[in-house]
Protein backbone atom coordinates (compact mmCIF):
# COMPACT_ATOMS: atom_id res chain seq x y z
CA UNK A 1 0.00 0.00 0.00
CA UNK A 2 1.18 3.60 -0.89
CA UNK A 3 1.39 5.62 2.42
CA UNK A 4 -0.60 9.07 2.77
CA UNK A 5 3.19 10.81 2.47
CA UNK A 6 4.19 8.90 -0.46
CA UNK A 7 0.42 10.09 -2.32
CA UNK A 8 1.14 13.39 -1.94
CA UNK A 9 4.90 13.33 -3.23
CA UNK A 10 3.56 11.55 -5.82
CA UNK A 11 0.91 14.42 -6.44
CA UNK A 12 3.72 17.18 -6.35
CA UNK A 13 5.30 15.43 -8.87
CA UNK A 14 2.52 15.09 -11.24
CA UNK A 15 1.77 18.85 -10.74
CA UNK A 16 5.00 20.65 -10.65
CA UNK A 17 7.72 18.28 -12.20
CA UNK A 18 6.51 17.07 -15.43
CA UNK A 19 6.10 13.40 -13.66
CA UNK A 20 3.92 11.35 -16.60
CA UNK A 21 3.43 7.75 -17.61
CA UNK A 22 5.19 8.62 -21.34
CA UNK A 23 3.58 5.59 -22.89
CA UNK A 24 1.35 2.32 -22.34
CA UNK A 25 2.54 -0.23 -25.50
CA UNK A 26 0.55 -2.84 -26.42
CA UNK A 27 2.98 -5.26 -28.04
CA UNK A 28 1.27 -7.55 -30.41
CA UNK A 29 2.69 -10.85 -32.26
CA UNK A 30 1.49 -11.05 -36.03
CA UNK A 31 3.41 -14.11 -36.70
CA UNK A 32 -0.34 -16.00 -36.87
CA UNK A 33 -0.26 -13.49 -39.38
CA UNK A 34 2.14 -15.01 -42.54
CA UNK A 35 0.88 -15.62 -45.29
CA UNK A 36 2.14 -16.42 -49.15
CA UNK A 37 -0.40 -13.88 -50.83
CA UNK A 38 0.78 -10.65 -49.23
CA UNK A 39 -2.93 -9.00 -49.88
CA UNK A 40 -4.11 -11.97 -47.26
CA UNK A 41 -1.03 -11.41 -45.30
CA UNK A 42 -2.09 -7.30 -44.45
CA UNK A 43 -5.75 -7.91 -44.22
CA UNK A 44 -4.62 -10.58 -41.30
CA UNK A 45 -2.48 -7.67 -39.71
CA UNK A 46 -5.05 -5.23 -39.70
CA UNK A 47 -7.07 -7.42 -38.24
CA UNK A 48 -5.24 -9.11 -35.45
CA UNK A 49 -4.08 -5.29 -34.01
CA UNK A 50 -8.09 -3.58 -34.07
CA UNK A 51 -8.77 -6.54 -32.64
CA UNK A 52 -6.18 -6.94 -30.06
CA UNK A 53 -5.42 -2.68 -29.33
CA UNK A 54 -8.91 -2.47 -29.65
CA UNK A 55 -9.73 -0.57 -26.57
CA UNK A 56 -6.08 0.56 -25.64
CA UNK A 57 -6.92 3.68 -26.13
CA UNK A 58 -10.06 3.98 -24.32
CA UNK A 59 -8.40 2.18 -21.25
CA UNK A 60 -5.25 4.51 -21.22
CA UNK A 61 -7.70 7.30 -21.07
CA UNK A 62 -9.64 6.40 -18.16
CA UNK A 63 -6.65 5.25 -15.72
CA UNK A 64 -5.43 8.77 -16.97
CA UNK A 65 -8.83 10.32 -15.21
CA UNK A 66 -9.08 7.89 -12.50
CA UNK A 67 -6.04 7.95 -11.22
CA UNK A 68 -5.32 11.45 -12.39
CA UNK A 69 -1.66 10.30 -13.74
CA UNK A 70 -0.87 12.07 -17.67
CA UNK A 71 -0.40 8.73 -20.08
CA UNK A 72 1.37 10.62 -22.90
CA UNK A 73 1.25 8.16 -25.50
CA UNK A 74 -0.81 4.82 -26.49
CA UNK A 75 1.70 2.74 -28.81
CA UNK A 76 1.94 -0.84 -30.23
CA UNK A 77 4.85 -2.78 -31.13
CA UNK A 78 4.78 -5.67 -33.16
CA UNK A 79 7.01 -8.56 -34.56
CA UNK A 80 9.65 -7.52 -36.65
CA UNK A 81 7.81 -7.02 -40.08
CA UNK A 82 10.90 -9.12 -41.88
CA UNK A 83 9.80 -12.17 -40.05
CA UNK A 84 6.04 -11.91 -41.22
CA UNK A 85 6.77 -10.86 -44.16
CA UNK A 86 9.39 -13.55 -45.46
CA UNK A 87 6.31 -16.00 -46.23
CA UNK A 88 5.18 -13.65 -48.39
CA UNK A 89 5.21 -13.88 -52.71
CA UNK A 90 6.79 -10.47 -52.84
CA UNK A 91 9.61 -8.22 -53.34
CA UNK A 92 7.76 -4.70 -52.14
CA UNK A 93 7.03 -4.55 -47.90
CA UNK A 94 5.91 -1.26 -48.06
CA UNK A 95 1.98 -2.88 -48.26
CA UNK A 96 3.11 -4.04 -44.78
CA UNK A 97 3.60 -0.67 -43.73
CA UNK A 98 0.43 0.83 -45.27
CA UNK A 99 -1.40 -2.04 -43.27
CA UNK A 100 0.13 -1.09 -39.84
CA UNK A 101 -0.20 2.80 -40.09
CA UNK A 102 -4.04 1.59 -41.46
CA UNK A 103 -4.58 -0.03 -38.15
CA UNK A 104 -2.90 2.09 -35.90
CA UNK A 105 -5.18 4.72 -37.16
CA UNK A 106 -7.85 3.13 -36.43
CA UNK A 107 -7.00 1.95 -32.93
CA UNK A 108 -6.16 5.89 -32.44
CA UNK A 109 -2.61 5.00 -31.13
CA UNK A 110 -0.02 7.57 -31.03
CA UNK A 111 2.94 5.26 -33.04
CA UNK A 112 2.83 1.65 -34.09
CA UNK A 113 6.63 0.18 -34.02
CA UNK A 114 7.84 -3.42 -35.62
CA UNK A 115 8.58 -2.39 -39.57
CA UNK A 116 11.82 -4.18 -38.63
CA UNK A 117 14.66 -6.71 -39.24
CA UNK A 118 16.85 -8.63 -36.98
CA UNK A 119 20.56 -8.88 -39.00
CA UNK A 120 23.63 -8.94 -36.73
CA UNK A 121 24.72 -11.78 -37.98
CA UNK A 122 23.71 -12.12 -41.66
CA UNK A 123 20.53 -11.13 -43.68
CA UNK A 124 17.84 -12.89 -45.70
CA UNK A 125 16.19 -12.44 -48.53
CA UNK A 126 12.98 -10.85 -46.47
CA UNK A 127 15.37 -8.61 -44.10
CA UNK A 128 17.18 -7.01 -47.53
CA UNK A 129 13.34 -6.37 -48.47
CA UNK A 130 12.22 -4.72 -45.81
CA UNK A 131 15.37 -2.63 -46.04
CA UNK A 132 14.82 -1.53 -49.18
CA UNK A 133 11.67 -0.63 -48.80
CA UNK A 134 11.94 1.34 -45.47
CA UNK A 135 12.48 4.99 -47.58
CA UNK A 136 9.22 4.32 -48.91
CA UNK A 137 7.53 3.26 -45.73
CA UNK A 138 8.02 5.20 -43.47
CA UNK A 139 7.66 8.14 -46.41
CA UNK A 140 3.94 7.25 -47.27
CA UNK A 141 2.79 6.58 -43.42
CA UNK A 142 2.49 8.60 -40.58
CA UNK A 143 2.16 6.49 -37.70
CA UNK A 144 5.08 4.01 -38.74
CA UNK A 145 8.55 3.44 -37.21
CA UNK A 146 11.24 1.13 -38.39
CA UNK A 147 14.11 -0.13 -36.45
CA UNK A 148 17.09 -2.63 -37.46
CA UNK A 149 19.49 -4.46 -35.24
CA UNK A 150 22.60 -4.74 -36.96
CA UNK A 151 25.02 -5.95 -34.52
CA UNK A 152 25.48 -7.71 -30.71
CA UNK A 153 27.69 -9.10 -28.66
CA UNK A 154 26.87 -12.59 -29.36
CA UNK A 155 27.39 -12.01 -33.20
CA UNK A 156 29.50 -9.12 -33.87
CA UNK A 157 28.46 -6.35 -36.42
CA UNK A 158 27.05 -6.86 -39.64
CA UNK A 159 28.71 -4.30 -41.74
CA UNK A 160 26.93 -4.99 -44.83
CA UNK A 161 23.90 -4.23 -43.16
CA UNK A 162 25.71 -1.16 -41.37
CA UNK A 163 27.09 0.01 -45.29
CA UNK A 164 23.38 -0.66 -45.97
CA UNK A 165 21.54 1.45 -43.14
CA UNK A 166 24.11 4.29 -44.06
CA UNK A 167 22.49 4.65 -47.45
CA UNK A 168 19.07 3.74 -46.17
CA UNK A 169 19.01 6.81 -44.07
CA UNK A 170 20.66 8.98 -46.99
CA UNK A 171 17.47 7.81 -48.99
CA UNK A 172 14.66 8.10 -46.67
CA UNK A 173 16.17 11.90 -45.61
CA UNK A 174 15.90 12.71 -49.42
CA UNK A 175 12.88 10.96 -49.72
CA UNK A 176 11.33 13.37 -46.88
CA UNK A 177 13.34 16.02 -47.73
CA UNK A 178 10.40 18.34 -47.43
CA UNK A 179 9.67 17.59 -44.04
CA UNK A 180 13.24 18.26 -42.82
CA UNK A 181 14.34 14.45 -43.10
CA UNK A 182 11.71 13.77 -40.55
CA UNK A 183 11.76 10.33 -41.48
CA UNK A 184 14.70 9.44 -40.23
CA UNK A 185 13.26 10.27 -37.26
CA UNK A 186 11.23 7.56 -36.98
CA UNK A 187 14.41 4.75 -37.73
CA UNK A 188 16.67 3.26 -35.47
CA UNK A 189 19.37 1.78 -35.74
CA UNK A 190 19.96 -0.82 -33.42
CA UNK A 191 23.17 -2.87 -31.33
CA UNK A 192 21.78 -5.89 -28.73
CA UNK A 193 17.94 -4.18 -29.00
CA UNK A 194 15.69 -5.22 -26.53
CA UNK A 195 12.56 -7.37 -27.04
CA UNK A 196 10.49 -5.55 -24.69
CA UNK A 197 11.57 -1.54 -25.36
CA UNK A 198 7.74 0.15 -25.21
CA UNK A 199 9.79 3.77 -26.47
CA UNK A 200 9.58 4.73 -30.33
CA UNK A 201 11.13 4.37 -32.62
CA UNK A 202 13.07 1.23 -31.53
CA UNK A 203 9.78 -0.39 -30.00
CA UNK A 204 9.13 -4.47 -31.63
CA UNK A 205 7.63 -7.27 -30.37
CA UNK A 206 10.07 -10.06 -29.74
CA UNK A 207 9.86 -13.34 -30.83
CA UNK A 208 10.33 -14.63 -26.94
CA UNK A 209 7.07 -12.65 -26.14
CA UNK A 210 3.91 -13.78 -25.10
CA UNK A 211 1.21 -13.81 -27.72
CA UNK A 212 0.50 -9.88 -26.25
CA UNK A 213 1.85 -7.87 -23.35
CA UNK A 214 1.70 -4.35 -21.96
CA UNK A 215 4.39 -2.89 -21.48
CA UNK A 216 4.67 0.74 -19.89
CA UNK A 217 7.50 3.32 -20.07
CA UNK A 218 7.68 6.15 -17.29
CA UNK A 219 9.88 9.53 -17.50
CA UNK A 220 11.00 11.90 -15.20
CA UNK A 221 13.71 14.02 -15.37
CA UNK A 222 11.79 17.22 -14.37
CA UNK A 223 11.47 14.96 -10.94
CA UNK A 224 15.06 13.92 -10.44
CA UNK A 225 16.04 17.27 -11.12
CA UNK A 226 13.70 19.28 -8.37
CA UNK A 227 15.19 16.28 -5.70
CA UNK A 228 18.98 17.26 -6.78
CA UNK A 229 18.11 20.67 -5.92
CA UNK A 230 17.70 19.63 -2.62
CA UNK A 231 20.91 18.64 -2.09
CA UNK A 232 23.62 21.27 -3.88
CA UNK A 233 26.91 20.84 -2.75
CA UNK A 234 26.79 17.63 -1.10
CA UNK A 235 28.56 14.29 -1.47
CA UNK A 236 28.46 12.17 -4.76
CA UNK A 237 26.76 9.13 -2.27
CA UNK A 238 24.31 11.55 -1.03
CA UNK A 239 23.28 12.44 -5.05
CA UNK A 240 23.72 9.21 -5.74
CA UNK A 241 21.06 7.75 -2.65
CA UNK A 242 18.78 10.82 -4.01
CA UNK A 243 18.25 9.85 -7.43
CA UNK A 244 17.83 6.38 -6.55
CA UNK A 245 14.71 7.03 -3.96
CA UNK A 246 13.78 9.38 -6.53
CA UNK A 247 13.86 6.65 -9.15
CA UNK A 248 11.87 3.91 -7.06
CA UNK A 249 8.95 6.43 -6.43
CA UNK A 250 8.57 7.00 -10.30
CA UNK A 251 9.26 3.19 -10.84
CA UNK A 252 6.12 2.21 -8.35
CA UNK A 253 3.93 5.08 -9.95
CA UNK A 254 4.58 2.76 -13.41
CA UNK A 255 3.98 -0.54 -12.15
CA UNK A 256 0.59 0.81 -10.92
CA UNK A 257 -0.36 1.78 -13.86
CA UNK A 258 1.57 -1.29 -16.05
CA UNK A 259 -0.68 -3.63 -13.62
CA UNK A 260 -3.98 -1.84 -14.34
CA UNK A 261 -4.23 -1.46 -17.65
CA UNK A 262 -3.16 -5.48 -17.80
CA UNK A 263 -6.23 -6.45 -15.58
CA UNK A 264 -8.10 -3.83 -17.74
CA UNK A 265 -6.89 -5.19 -21.18
CA UNK A 266 -7.18 -9.09 -20.12
CA UNK A 267 -3.25 -8.88 -21.19
CA UNK A 268 0.06 -9.84 -19.41
CA UNK A 269 1.73 -7.61 -17.50
CA UNK A 270 5.39 -7.52 -19.27
CA UNK A 271 7.81 -4.42 -17.83
CA UNK A 272 8.06 -1.32 -16.69
CA UNK A 273 10.70 0.86 -18.59
CA UNK A 274 11.84 3.71 -16.33
CA UNK A 275 14.02 5.66 -18.94
CA UNK A 276 14.37 9.44 -18.12
CA UNK A 277 13.13 10.31 -21.46
CA UNK A 278 13.24 14.33 -21.56
CA UNK A 279 11.24 16.52 -23.52
CA UNK A 280 11.26 20.43 -25.11
CA UNK A 281 9.04 21.39 -22.21
CA UNK A 282 11.22 23.59 -19.57
CA UNK A 283 12.18 21.57 -16.85
CA UNK A 284 12.14 18.22 -18.56
CA UNK A 285 15.56 17.86 -19.32
CA UNK A 286 18.34 15.11 -18.58
CA UNK A 287 20.95 17.62 -19.73
CA UNK A 288 20.02 20.37 -16.47
CA UNK A 289 19.82 16.75 -14.47
CA UNK A 290 23.71 16.75 -14.92
CA UNK A 291 24.52 20.50 -14.90
CA UNK A 292 22.75 20.38 -11.10
CA UNK A 293 25.19 17.95 -10.16
CA UNK A 294 27.50 20.85 -10.98
CA UNK A 295 28.06 21.10 -14.86
CA UNK A 296 28.32 24.28 -16.50
CA UNK A 297 27.12 23.66 -19.11
CA UNK A 298 26.18 19.63 -20.60
CA UNK A 299 29.86 18.42 -22.71
CA UNK A 300 32.08 19.70 -20.61
CA UNK A 301 34.60 18.21 -18.85
CA UNK A 302 32.77 15.63 -16.14
CA UNK A 303 29.62 15.11 -18.37
CA UNK A 304 30.11 11.30 -18.44
CA UNK A 305 30.91 10.48 -15.53
CA UNK A 306 27.71 12.79 -13.94
CA UNK A 307 25.73 10.73 -16.33
CA UNK A 308 27.18 7.40 -15.21
CA UNK A 309 26.29 8.22 -11.61
CA UNK A 310 22.58 9.04 -12.90
CA UNK A 311 21.74 5.86 -14.65
CA UNK A 312 22.82 3.61 -12.62
CA UNK A 313 21.16 4.94 -9.85
CA UNK A 314 18.24 5.16 -11.90
CA UNK A 315 18.68 1.39 -12.39
CA UNK A 316 19.42 0.75 -8.95
CA UNK A 317 16.06 2.57 -7.42
CA UNK A 318 14.02 0.69 -10.53
CA UNK A 319 14.90 -2.79 -9.91
CA UNK A 320 14.14 -2.13 -6.12
CA UNK A 321 10.43 -1.01 -6.85
CA UNK A 322 9.23 -3.57 -9.41
CA UNK A 323 10.42 -7.37 -10.05
CA UNK A 324 9.95 -6.73 -14.19
CA UNK A 325 11.48 -3.58 -14.61
CA UNK A 326 13.27 -3.74 -18.75
CA UNK A 327 13.02 -2.30 -21.58
CA UNK A 328 15.96 0.42 -22.02
CA UNK A 329 15.58 1.72 -18.33
CA UNK A 330 18.34 4.75 -17.59
CA UNK A 331 18.36 8.03 -19.25
CA UNK A 332 18.16 8.83 -22.82
CA UNK A 333 19.81 11.64 -24.19
CA UNK A 334 18.16 12.74 -27.45
CA UNK A 335 19.62 16.22 -28.55
CA UNK A 336 16.12 17.42 -30.54
CA UNK A 337 14.21 16.20 -27.59
CA UNK A 338 15.94 17.80 -24.74
CA UNK A 339 16.08 21.65 -24.41
CA UNK A 340 19.12 21.57 -22.08
CA UNK A 341 20.99 19.17 -24.96
CA UNK A 342 19.74 21.78 -27.56
CA UNK A 343 21.37 24.75 -25.66
CA UNK A 344 24.71 22.55 -24.68
CA UNK A 345 24.73 21.89 -28.48
CA UNK A 346 24.29 25.55 -29.64
CA UNK A 347 27.51 26.75 -27.61
CA UNK A 348 29.39 24.06 -28.84
CA UNK A 349 29.54 22.83 -25.78
CA UNK A 350 28.20 19.41 -27.03
CA UNK A 351 29.92 17.70 -29.93
CA UNK A 352 29.24 14.75 -31.63
CA UNK A 353 32.39 13.17 -30.28
CA UNK A 354 31.56 14.35 -26.66
CA UNK A 355 27.68 12.58 -27.54
CA UNK A 356 29.51 9.33 -28.81
CA UNK A 357 31.11 8.40 -25.23
CA UNK A 358 28.19 9.40 -23.01
CA UNK A 359 26.55 6.86 -25.12
CA UNK A 360 28.81 4.39 -23.12
CA UNK A 361 27.17 4.81 -20.29
CA UNK A 362 23.69 6.12 -21.16
CA UNK A 363 20.75 3.98 -22.17
CA UNK A 364 20.20 4.21 -25.62
CA UNK A 365 23.11 5.90 -27.38
CA UNK A 366 23.03 8.49 -30.56
CA UNK A 367 19.68 10.25 -30.58
CA UNK A 368 17.51 12.24 -32.52
CA UNK A 369 20.53 14.12 -33.69
CA UNK A 370 20.55 16.55 -37.37
CA UNK A 371 23.30 16.50 -39.56
CA UNK A 372 24.01 18.37 -42.71
CA UNK A 373 22.25 17.04 -45.51
CA UNK A 374 25.12 16.16 -47.98
CA UNK A 375 27.21 14.00 -45.46
CA UNK A 376 28.22 10.95 -47.41
CA UNK A 377 26.66 7.80 -46.49
CA UNK A 378 29.29 6.25 -45.91
CA UNK A 379 30.06 8.81 -43.54
CA UNK A 380 26.49 7.98 -41.87
CA UNK A 381 27.74 4.09 -41.92
CA UNK A 382 30.81 4.78 -40.03
CA UNK A 383 29.16 6.06 -37.21
CA UNK A 384 26.27 3.86 -37.15
CA UNK A 385 29.78 1.03 -36.65
CA UNK A 386 31.48 3.21 -33.94
CA UNK A 387 28.26 3.22 -32.14
CA UNK A 388 27.32 -0.65 -32.87
CA UNK A 389 30.94 -1.12 -31.30
CA UNK A 390 30.46 0.55 -27.94
CA UNK A 391 27.16 -1.69 -27.75
CA UNK A 392 29.03 -4.64 -28.68
CA UNK A 393 31.96 -4.79 -26.49
CA UNK A 394 30.56 -3.22 -23.59
CA UNK A 395 27.58 -5.57 -23.77
CA UNK A 396 24.71 -3.10 -23.91
CA UNK A 397 22.10 -1.77 -25.90
CA UNK A 398 23.16 1.38 -28.02
CA UNK A 399 21.34 3.12 -31.04
CA UNK A 400 21.76 5.80 -33.65
CA UNK A 401 19.05 8.01 -34.88
CA UNK A 402 20.29 10.32 -37.14
CA UNK A 403 18.44 12.76 -39.49
CA UNK A 404 20.44 14.26 -42.82
CA UNK A 405 18.78 17.70 -43.10
CA UNK A 406 18.65 18.32 -46.96
CA UNK A 407 19.64 21.85 -48.16
CA UNK A 408 20.97 22.76 -44.79
CA UNK A 409 24.18 22.79 -43.01
CA UNK A 410 26.25 23.96 -39.78
CA UNK A 411 24.79 26.21 -37.50
CA UNK A 412 21.19 25.72 -38.69
CA UNK A 413 17.95 24.24 -37.42
CA UNK A 414 15.83 21.44 -38.05
CA UNK A 415 12.44 21.91 -37.26
CA UNK A 416 10.06 18.35 -35.97
CA UNK A 417 7.58 19.49 -33.77
CA UNK A 418 6.24 17.97 -31.09
CA UNK A 419 7.83 15.42 -28.33
CA UNK A 420 10.60 15.34 -31.49
CA UNK A 421 11.32 19.22 -31.16
CA UNK A 422 14.18 20.99 -33.05
CA UNK A 423 18.00 20.42 -33.42
CA UNK A 424 20.74 22.48 -34.48
CA UNK A 425 22.66 20.82 -37.13
CA UNK A 426 26.15 19.90 -35.50
CA UNK A 427 28.89 19.12 -37.68
CA UNK A 428 30.12 15.50 -38.90
CA UNK A 429 34.06 14.73 -38.91
CA UNK A 430 34.88 15.79 -42.91
CA UNK A 431 37.17 12.78 -43.06
CA UNK A 432 36.61 9.92 -45.27
CA UNK A 433 35.79 6.14 -43.96
CA UNK A 434 34.54 4.94 -47.41
CA UNK A 435 37.21 2.40 -47.92
CA UNK A 436 36.53 0.91 -44.49
CA UNK A 437 32.90 0.67 -44.90
CA UNK A 438 33.41 -0.94 -48.30
CA UNK A 439 35.40 -3.80 -46.84
CA UNK A 440 31.85 -5.38 -46.07
CA UNK A 441 32.11 -8.84 -44.15
CA UNK A 442 31.41 -8.97 -40.34
CA UNK A 443 33.42 -7.24 -37.20
CA UNK A 444 33.46 -10.79 -34.94
CA UNK A 445 32.03 -10.53 -31.27
CA UNK A 446 34.47 -10.12 -28.67
CA UNK A 447 36.15 -12.45 -26.53
CA UNK A 448 33.68 -11.92 -23.86
CA UNK A 449 30.78 -12.80 -26.31
CA UNK A 450 31.85 -16.83 -25.29
CA UNK A 451 29.39 -16.92 -22.38
CA UNK A 452 27.13 -20.05 -21.85
Excluded at 6 to 15: C, K, L, R, V
Excluded at 194 to 204: Q, R
Excluded at 258 to 278: H, K
Excluded at 444 to 452: D, G, I, L, M, Q
Aim: aromatic content about 4%.
Amino acid sequence: MLSHNEIMQTIQMIDQQHLDVRTITMGISLLSCAHSNPGKACTRIYDKITRCAEKLVATGEEIEKEFGIPIVNKRISVTPVALVAAAAETEDYVPFARALDRAAKTCGVNFIGGFSALVQKGMTDADRILIASIPEALAVTDLVCASVNVGSTKSGIDMDAVALMGQTIKNLAQRTASRGGFGCAKLVVFCNAVEDNPFMAGAFHGVGEPEKVINVGVSGPGVVYHALQDVKGQPFDVVAETVKKTAFRITRMGQLVAQEASRRLDTPFGIVDLSLAPTPAVGDSVARILEEMGLEVCGTHGTTAALALLNDQVKKGGIMASSYVGGLSGAFIPVSEDQGMIDAAKAGALTLEKLEAMTCVCSVGLDMIAIPGDTKASSIAGIIADEMAIGMINQKTTAARLIPVIGKGVGETAEFGGLLGYAPIMPVNPYDCSAFISRAGRIPAPVHSFKN
